[in-house]
């Protein structure tokens, strides 16, 4: 018969199993726990915890610091019910504070925040607010996000790096209509790197105040590294700026095939980017849909640029075959990189142009092998006025 430990100040080891505690933080107590104060080791697994505190602080559904030699985190519910109104901050752990290395795995962890009555700045990790290493992998969880004018900062696994074969878990980010400011990272806050793999991220928003999207890496995707399939679909009063999958592309990393969607009233400038800023080596973009429906600029006011791949590809850097999809604004895209050097290829994209759209630019546009622009691929324009998918 399994022994289940409760909460502990120490390690779990030797394959010992966390109890499932209902724990509650007022807002006097400012760090929490659902197992260890230290580590989850040796096999160990955390418990099934439910954690719901009142006040700033850092809350961890498993363990304080780290996660490795195949321990295993539970699958933790941690929710913010914060009824203060000056300034609070809260950091969320769904697994570990530290690091998940070895064979350890995160649980599939939710992450609520309620509404508040004032400003609040969360930081939710949903595996590890270090980094993931060797064959680590990330759990697929779940943030719930609401309130008004707060700020989400969201790392769907690490709040570091990913490396060796780690995997991150396909996680998943909604928020209603509460005008918050949003900066998501779908699976690692840095690098992507050896051989790691992002999962399958989605944010989905109502209106809010402006948004920031990694589908997959805030630094660079490298080496052998690859992208998960992203999903984006938000509407912002402010800015917006996407990128599919990273900040940075080189090696052989590759992209993965992720959809851009922005519903909005925009008032300042934004960016959706298929794939990274800059593409560099034999990097190569996913075959993404950068999409814009209902937009309307309110006077006159900001720019909305649309981008296949990159921003500046180099090297032997190779696009993918995107679809762009413009709304009722003034849009300016790329199919392919703005800047593309090198022996640096695009790929076969499509422009879609429905009716009621704005007056658009496209900016390159291939024509195949033995046209002007062939390095831009065979591209097409899409004028039928069809709903796209």
């Not at 950091?91 to 998940?100: K, L, Q, R, S, V």
């Not at 707060?150 to 998943?172: E, P, Q």
């Not at 009722?328 to 050097?341: C, I």
Request: hydrophobic share 35%; proline share 2%.
């Amino acid at each position: 018969m399994v022994k289940r430990v409760p909460i502990t100040l120490r390690d779990l080891v030797r394959a010992q199993i966390g109890t499932n505690d209902s724990l509650v933080a007022t807002e006097s107590i400012h760090l929490l726990f659902g197992d260890s104060g230290r580590s989850l080791l040796d096999c160990s697994m955390g418990g099934t915890d439910t954690l719901t505190v009142h006040g700033a602080g850092s809350f961890y559904g498993d363990a304080v610091k780290g996660i490795a030699d195949r321990g295993q985190g539970g699958s933790d519910t941690l929710t913010a019910v914060v009824t203060a109104t000056g300034p609070v901050t809260i950091n969320f752990y769904g697994d570990a504070g530290t690091d998940i290395s070895g064979h350890g795995a995160g649980g599939h962890d939710r992450l609520i925040a309620a509404p508040t009555p004032g400003p609040v700045t969360f930081n939710m990790y949903g595996d590890a607010g270090g980094s993931l290493s060797s064959r680590a992998a990330g759990g697929d969880d779940v943030f719930q996000l609401s309130a008004f004018q707060n700020t989400f900062r969201i790392y769907g696994d690490a709040g570091g790096n990913m490396s060796g074969h780690s995997i991150g878990g396909n996680d998943t980010a909604t928020d209603g209509s509460g005008e918050n400011f949003i900066a998501f990272y779908g699976d690692a806050a840095g690098n992507l790197f050896d051989w790691a793999r992002g999962g399958d991220d989605v944010l989905s928003t109502g209106l809010v105040g402006s948004v920031t999207f990694y589908g997959d890496a805030g630094g660079n995707l490298g080496d052998h590294a690859r992208g998960g399939n992203d999903t984006m679909d938000v509407a912002a009063s402010g800015a917006v700026v996407a990128f599919g999958d990273a900040s940075s592309m080189f090696g052989g990393a590759v992209g993965g095939d992720d959809s851009l969607v922005v519903r909005a009233q925009l008032t300042m400038n934004s960016l959706l980017v298929g794939d990274a800023e800059t593409m560099s080596d034999n990097s190569r973009g996913g075959n993404d849909v950068v999409r814009v429906d209902a937009v309307r600029h309110i006077g006159g006011m900001g720019q909305l640029t649309l981008v296949g791949d990159g921003l500046t590809m180099t090297g032997r850097a190779r696009g993918g075959d995107d679809a762009l999809i413009s709304g009722n604004g003034n849009e300016q895209m790329w199919g392919d990189g703005q800047v593309m050097l090198g022996r640096s290829v695009g790929g076969d994209d499509t422009f879609v142009f429905r009716t009621g759209n704005g007056q658009d630019v496209i900016n390159d546009f291939g024509q195949g092998d033995h046209g002007s622009g062939r390095d831009l691929g065979t591209d097409l324009i899409d004028v039928s006025g069809r709903c796209p998918p």
